[in-house]
Each structure stands twice: as C-alpha cells, then as structure tokens.
C-alpha cells in the first residue's frame, strides 16, 4: 500500500508540473527598442514562428507580401513586408543570427 500511495503522488506531481508548464506564456518576442523598422531595431528572434507569432499579433490577418533574407555586418535579417487588413503596406526587420544557417 506503501508503494502505490507513493506512485500516485509522483504520478500527480507530474500533472501539476505539466498543467504549470502549460499554462506558462509564451516568451515576448521583441523589447520595446524594438520595433523591427530598421536593421538597427530588428527584432531578435529565435524561431520562424515567433516571426509569425509578432506578425499575427500585431497585424492579425496580413499577409506577407515578400519575404527575403539579407546579410550585413555579420547578422542574418528576414526582411518581411505586409499588407494589413487596413491594405497599409509595411516592412519589419527580423535578427534571425540565432539560427539562420549562413550559405
């Protein structure tokens, strides 16, 4: 009996660290230096998604229009242009050094 009370709470010591984990919010993408309208105030991201995910944030229902990476003074930048659901066209600047693999 000793066992299985000590089983069930390692089980739902478990659950609780999973439910904690997953009620965590995600990181923030970009400071507020950063505001992806220049190279000088990219905003630095690790992933793809979290491109998408400050895009679909801050202009729910763009779309990209073009998307290209460029390459100074070291850093790697996705240069990404949208059209708003307002058709405003707009152009931010992504840092993606992190995980961009350089050709």
């Known amino acids: 009996m000793?066992?299985?009370?000590?089983t069930l709470l390692?089980?739902?010591s478990f659950i609780l660290v999973l439910i904690s984990?997953?009620?965590a919010s995600p990181k923030p993408v970009a400071s507020v230096n950063q505001t992806g309208e220049s190279q000088e105030s990219a905003i630095i991201v690790d992933t793809a998604e979290e491109e998408n995910r400050?895009?679909?944030?801050h202009?729910?229902?763009a779309r990209v229009l073009v998307q290209e990476v460029v390459q100074q003074s070291g850093?790697?930048?996705e240069v990404i242009t949208i059209?708003?659901?307002a058709e405003e066209?707009?152009?931010f600047y992504f840092d993606i050094s992190r995980f961009y693999k350089k050709r």
């Open 75 to 77: 850093r790697s930048y």
């Open 59 to 61: 202009y729910p229902n």
């Open 83 to 85: 059209r708003t659901e």
């Open 21 to 23: 984990l997953s009620c």
């Open 10 to 12: 390692k089980f739902f």
């Open 54 to 57: 400050w895009i679909n944030e």
């Open 89 to 91: 066209r707009k152009t």
């Open 2 to 6: 000793k066992n299985k009370s000590r």
